[in-house]
Each structure stands twice: as C-alpha cells, then as structure tokens.
C-alpha cells in the first residue's frame, strides 16, 4: 500500500550543480523541474499528500544572492503552476512563517491558497521558510493566548490542543519522509509530526530523484511494520 501522506526534504540541488561545473542555481532550476514530475506523479498514485521542504528557516543564513535567486525561482513557480493546480485539482498549502517574505510572493502564495481550496485531488503543502522548532514555539504562544483568555487550567492541555496549533492543522501527520542526497538528518523538519513516520534516505541529489526511484521506494514503504508502539498480535 502507498503511504497517505509523503513528506520530502529535497536536498542535493547545490552538490548536483558543482558536480556539473554548473552555478548553484542550476541545480535549483533543475530541482524545480525535478519537484513538477514528483507533483504530478504523485497525483497518479492518488497518494493525498505531498509536503516538500522548499526553504527552512536556516536557509536565510545562505548567500543573498542564492537567497534572491530561490525566491525568485519560488516566485516564477508560483506564477506559472498556478493555472496548472487549478486544472490537475491540486490543492495548495504554505506552511511556515510568512512575515520575513516579499510582501509579492505572500500575495502570490494567498491567492493560490483560496483559489484551489475547494480542490479536492492532491493536497501539496510547501514548507517555506519552515522550521519544526518555530512551528512548536509558534503553537506555544497560540495555547498561552487561548488559555489565557479563556481562564482554563494548562494542566488540561491535549496533545488534540497542541497539533491544533500547530501550521500543520487539519493535514495528518506524515507516514513517510525521503530525504534526497544521502544525508542522514531530519533539518527540523516536521519535529512533532514525524513522531512515527517511516524514514527513506536514498542517494541520489534531488535534481536526480527519478519517478523509477520515487516508485521504488514508495513500494518499500508497503514493506513495512508500522505499530505505533503496539504489538502486532494484539
Ligand atoms: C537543497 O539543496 C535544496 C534547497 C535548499 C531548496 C529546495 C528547493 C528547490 C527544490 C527548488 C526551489 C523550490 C521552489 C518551490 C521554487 P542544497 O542547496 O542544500 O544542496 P546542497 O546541500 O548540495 O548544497
């Protein structure tokens, strides 16, 4: 069975372009190229979800110029895939902070979000100047406000409270993460959400990853025992 949900942290796009003797936004144009296929292709499976890791909060550590170029590539996908989401019913979603982003790009990124929410085909999440750590504190400071307001005892906090809060609301939670390039790290990514996800860590820089790779280990993922703490023969 293909996972309901598939989170993918796209990384390798700046090793791919050096590998090439080509600049780093090579490899970023190529990854744009590479993350349109997998959209689609991820469609055709009628798996429900796709969250991919676009721009972290630690990415703003980068270059101005690399900066500049990814929300410029982020800016033309926006404009050109738009009319393309509205057509393959694709519904979209941003998740992570919006305030440090060109007031164009929030725009962009607003309207999309209203006019392909009542898609009901693929849900594509991008995270965006996202980060597990900021998505937990952010959550935090909504509890502290609701409760406040409304007098209730923290000790009667949930963790339905807590993933309510979270920017992941309302999306479940992922069953697989690929990580690209074969690092073996989680880059605060989806901190809370990835409590019992299933790990893919394949070789190959994102420019790379294939539909026959994707297919791959979207068919490894059938192999696995999730038990979520339980036993299987309960
Ligand atoms: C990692 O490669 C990739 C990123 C930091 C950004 C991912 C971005 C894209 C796939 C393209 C832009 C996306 C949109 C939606 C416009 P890296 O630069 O960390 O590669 P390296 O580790 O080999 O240097």
Redesign the pocket.
């Known amino acids: 069975m293909y996972p309901d949900h598939v989170a993918i942290i796209?990384?390798?796009?700046?090793?791919?372009a050096k590998n090439k003797g080509l600049p780093?936004i090579s490899?970023?144009k190529a990854?744009?190229e590479r993350?349109k296929s997998i959209v689609e292709f991820t469609t055709n499976c009628g798996i429900s979800y796709l969250t991919?890791y676009?721009?972290s909060s630690e990415?703003w550590n980068r270059p101005k110029k690399e900066i500049n170029d990814?929300m410029n590539?982020?800016s033309l996908?926006l404009t050109n895939e738009a009319k393309n989401f509205l057509k393959e019913n694709i519904r979209l979603r941003v998740i992570g902070r919006r305030d440090r982003l060109k007031k164009s790009i929030i725009k962009k990124i607003e309207e999309l979000e209203i006019n392909s929410s009542t898609n009901d085909g693929l849900n594509l999440i991008?995270a965006l100047d996202y980060g597990g750590r900021e998505d937990i504190r952010s959550a935090i400071i909504n509890i502290y406000k609701e409760f406040s307001i409304n007098n209730m005892s923290i000790e009667k906090l949930s963790l339905k409270d807590i993933e309510k809060n979270l920017m992941t609301s309302g999306i479940p939670n992922p069953d697989l993460i690929i990580r690209t390039?074969g690092e073996y790290r989680i880059s605060n990514f989806l901190l809370w959400q990835s409590a019992y996800s299933e790990y893919e860590f394949v070789k190959c820089?994102?420019p790379d990853f294939d539909n026959d790779i994707y297919l791959k280990v979207l068919k490894s993922f059938g192999t696995r025992d999730r038990r979520f703490g339980k036993l299987n023969e309960l």
Do not use: C
């Not at 796209?10 to 791919?16: E, L």
């Open positions: 796209m990384d390798g796009n700046g090793r791919w780093r490899g970023h990854g744009v993350l991919l676009a721009f990415n990814l590539l982020l996908f991008i390039s820089n994102w």
